[in-house]
């Protein structure tokens, strides 16, 4: 297959098929998603920045494939919606780029279309990822009480989660090619992380799928959590969006997790 731009929506869905191709995808640019690149063979991969946020860990994927010599990039969480490949290609401005992109002549202010077509020039990655950390754990688990799991992201959600708190690291958006999806099980809460917010306040839109399914949906502040890492929003992560439900649990922008935590685990107990 020669050389070509494919656009996905999530990094998470990589494929044989995009082996050796540039990929547009709208997964933040976290170390996770640099993984996934780096294991995935890509030619080059263009991100959104999720408003960059605490420790810069929105673009922390650049300096990861940097050390690669694989290129990439991120559009600015404004100029196109997080968890929209197809959105990014149309209207995605590059707000950051690794050396290696840069040397392919991506730029910042470019537009992503443009970043794209550079960096088919690239050689694909061709060596072995390496080693990432477990992605998934356990924050806490006391008797009787529901565990607290954490998820640095939503695709490693289980089935086996429900009636859990689920601490993901992953932006709240939907994705177009899944509109209707939320969560994998019907957890108790459900936490993922704002983005920044982004263009058309696309960043928490998920809040609103939870509800439907009855679940107390929550996003930490990009400034206060590190976006695909989950022990950081249970460190330290404080509430920016809520829905309807987890308003029921008494959860309110500005308190820290953990304390919706413990208000959602203590209703939970009340019924």
């Known amino acids: 297959m020669r050389p070509t731009v494919l656009v996905a929506d999530s ?5 044989e098929y995009h082996r050796g191709q540039v990929v547009v995808a709208g997964s933040h640019g ?3 998603c640099g993984y996934l690149v780096a294991r995935g063979g890509l030619r080059g991969v263009i991100l959104n920045d999720a408003g960059v946020g605490k420790d810069r860990a929105g673009i922390g994927a ?3 494939l940097d050390r690669l010599g694989l290129a990439a990039a991120c559009v600015g ?3 196109a919606r997080i968890g929209d490949g197809a959105d990014m290609v149309e209207r995605g401005r590059i707000s950051h780029a690794n050396r290696s992109a840069r040397a392919l002549g991506c730029a910042v202010g470019q537009a992503c279309s443009d970043a794209a077509t550079a960096m088919l020039a690239a050689k694909p990655y061709m060596g072995n990822a390496p080693v990432y950390g477990e992605g998934r754990y356990v924050l806490r688990q006391r008797p009787g009480e529901p565990i607290i799991v954490g998820c640095d992201s939503a695709s490693l959600v289980e089935p086996e989660d429900a009636g859990q708190i689920v601490v993901t690291a992953s932006h709240g958006a939907t994705l177009p090619e899944s509109p209707g999806y939320a969560l994998k099980t019907r957890a108790l809460a459900a936490v993922f992380n704002d983005a920044g917010f982004g263009a058309d306040g696309c960043g928490v839109a998920r809040l609103a799928l939870l509800d439907g399914m009855g679940i107390a949906g929550v996003t930490v502040c990009h400034d206060s ?3 695909g890492d989950a022990r950081s929003a249970w460190r330290t992560g404080t509430l920016s969006f809520v ?3 987890a308003a029921r649990l008494g959860a309110t922008r500005g308190i820290a997790l953990k304390d919706f935590a413990r208000r959602a685990i203590g ?3 009340a019924r």
Do not use: D
């Open 11 to 15: 990094i998470t869905k990589l494929v």
């Open 30 to 32: 976290g170390v996770y």
């Open 62 to 64: 650049l300096a990861y």
């Open 77 to 79: 969480h404004l100029s």
């Open 225 to 227: 959590a590190r976006i």
């Open 243 to 245: 829905n309807a439900e």
């Open 267 to 269: 209703a939970s107990k």
